[in-house]
């Protein structure tokens, strides 16, 4: 598995914006796929949702319909990082962001999940 540390979460007012960033413990170019997911308050660990994902050696981006148009994704290779730019964010954006990653396809699902997690970080979102 491969070590991820999340940053950039925040309190800010809807409309606002986050960046949020996910450092690997190695060269993300050997990942299969990377990916944000999110914990909303009441929600167990396994009702994640997943948010936006990547496969980093390239290939196209997903991001859920609830955040389609909002949120995007990149990565610095040179850093071992993946980012989420969030903007107009609404306060069902809130919860805990985690970071994911996945070695081999199958052990990635850009909706439910992967092996390698962060321990998260909190956004809230207030109106």
């Known amino acids: 598995q491969v070590q991820l540390v999340e940053s950039g979460g925040g309190s800010v007012q809807a409309g606002g914006s986050l960046r949020l960033s996910c450092a690997a413990s190695?060269?993300?170019?050997?990942?299969?796929?990377m990916g944000w997911f999110r914990q909303a308050p009441g929600k167990e660990v396994g009702e994640r949702e997943g948010?936006?994902?990547?496969?980093?050696?390239?290939?196209?981006?997903y991001y859920a319909d609830s955040v389609k148009g909002r949120v995007t994704l990149s990565q610095d290779n040179a850093k071992n990082t993946l980012y989420l730019e969030m903007n107009d964010l609404k306060p069902e954006d809130t919860g805990i962001y985690f970071c994911?990653?996945?070695?081999?396809?199958?052990?990635?699902?850009?909706?439910?999940?992967?092996?390698?997690w962060g321990k998260g970080t909190l956004v809230n979102i207030s109106s």
């Open positions: 994911a990653a996945a070695r081999t396809p199958q052990l990635c699902d850009y909706e439910y999940g992967m092996d390698s």
């Open positions: 190695g060269s993300i170019g050997n990942l299969y796929c």
């Open positions: 948010v936006a994902a990547i496969p980093p050696r390239g290939g196209s981006p």
